[in-house]
């Protein structure tokens, strides 16, 4: 039996700030921010405000539509940020375990310290966990073996475990942003069923809007002007969501799913290389309301998620290595040219072996931490899936 209904207007955007990357981002930010100030959405979450100058912006234009903003400041910066008209009542940080590697100079997700931000509001006195994230991202064709697919396959099962265990801290839980993964792969999939969460896109009623893809579409402007990922995909792909569930005795139902923001008036540009994905949720308090069960498929997919962790493990082990090869080598090059006696290329001599001594020490971190952390996470994400797996099946038995 129903006891009102509540609605929440949501939007996610992948705003395109990278710096040194984008392109024309103060006229961009600056449609974004007048836009949105426009109050047509109770809760945005932005990833990619990279610029300390865009997010002020954004936060001066919205001071009176959305008052309540919070930042997750990590590493260089994370990106994420979130804006409500609704009191935040409360705010975490998760980081994952495992994200890139810093020889990625190039692709910066390192450097970000890529996280899972949570904000909690207060919605016309329905408690909402509000989730944020921008996943490690794909800079690999998606014919290609991509190198960090299994990084982000740990976060979005680790995303997958805090919703779950932190979900039940609020009536509602709700995730937006940019997750990386297609609607087809194991991320996706891995995350959705285990942490019992929908997908706006595939539960809207107006299913004949669209098949929703918020990258590289051929109508963004930004399409043929950079590389693209998903070249076998000539409509481009489906990778930020809002996704939702709810506890106690609420259900929460989508009403609305569309993609916004598509161009900035009388300019052919695009608001960012991503399309903005907005949803509107119909939350109703329901005395009969259950819990939802677990998915059916979850333990087969988790049998698949620990196959992927045990062989990046082994990749991982594989890689030192090839290390500690290269830091052999490295070292008998250098003790040979210290035995050399040169004097008329002194300067040439000093060069390489500068170059020889920091590339030897280059292999002895990769050695002895870069890849000691990333074992150490998988060996963790493993025994994480093993136990849950056990949990399932003997539920089903029980």
Not at 328 to 338: F, R
């Amino acid at each position: 039996m129903s006891e009102g209904t509540v609605f929440l207007r949501t939007l996610t955007l992948n705003c395109w700030g990278v710096p040194f990357v984008t392109r024309d981002r103060r006229i961009r930010f600056k449609y974004i921010a007048e836009e949105l100030s426009k109050g047509e959405y109770d809760v945005v979450a932005l990833q990619e405000v990279i610029h300390s100058s865009d997010y002020e912006l954004i936060c001066k234009h919205l001071a009176q539509s959305h008052p309540f903003q919070h930042y997750f400041h990590s590493g260089v910066r994370s990106g994420v940020c979130i804006f409500s008209n609704c009191p935040i009542i409360d705010s975490a940080t998760f980081h994952y375990s495992i994200n890139s590697s810093p020889y990625r100079v190039h692709q910066l997700d390192w450097y970000a310290r890529k996280l899972l931000g949570l904000v909690k509001i207060q919605h016309q006195g329905i408690v909402i966990n509000i989730f944020a994230t921008h996943v490690c991202a794909i800079h690999t064709p998606s014919h290609l073996v991509d190198p960090l697919f299994s990084h982000r396959l740990a976060q979005c099962y680790e995303i997958s475990n805090i919703v779950r265990q932190v979900g039940s801290s609020a009536d509602v839980n709700i995730l937006l942003g940019d997750l990386n993964s297609e609607p087809f792969s194991l991320p996706k999939k891995v995350l959705m069923a285990n942490a019992g969460l929908k997908d706006v896109w595939d539960e809207r009623p107006n299913s004949d809007d669209g098949s929703g893809e918020t990258c590289e579409r051929d109508c963004n402007y930004y399409t043929q002007l950079n590389k693209r990922v998903y070249e076998k995909f000539q409509d481009g792909m489906r990778i930020d969501y809002i996704m939702y569930n709810g506890c106690h005795s609420y259900k929460v139902q989508c009403t609305d799913a569309r993609l916004v923001m598509r161009k900035i008036p009388g300019s052919a540009l695009s608001p960012s290389d991503h399309e903005a994905l907005s949803a509107t949720l119909e939350i109703q308090h329901c005395k009969d309301t259950e819990p939802p069960g677990l998915s059916d498929d979850l333990l087969s997919l988790l049998e698949d998620l620990e196959d992927e962790f045990v062989s990046a493990y082994s990749a991982v082990q594989q890689k030192r290595l090839v290390s500690a090869g290269l830091a052999t080598c490295l070292a008998l090059l250098l003790a040979v040219l210290q035995l050399t006696s040169i004097t008329d290329l002194i300067c040439a001599k000093s060069l390489i072996c500068a170059i020889l001594v920091i590339g030897f020490f280059i292999c002895i971190w990769d050695i002895c931490v870069q890849r000691v952390f990333e074992a150490s996470a998988f060996c963790s994400l493993i025994e994480n899936v093993r136990i849950r797996m056990l949990y399932i099946k003997n539920d089903k038995h029980g």
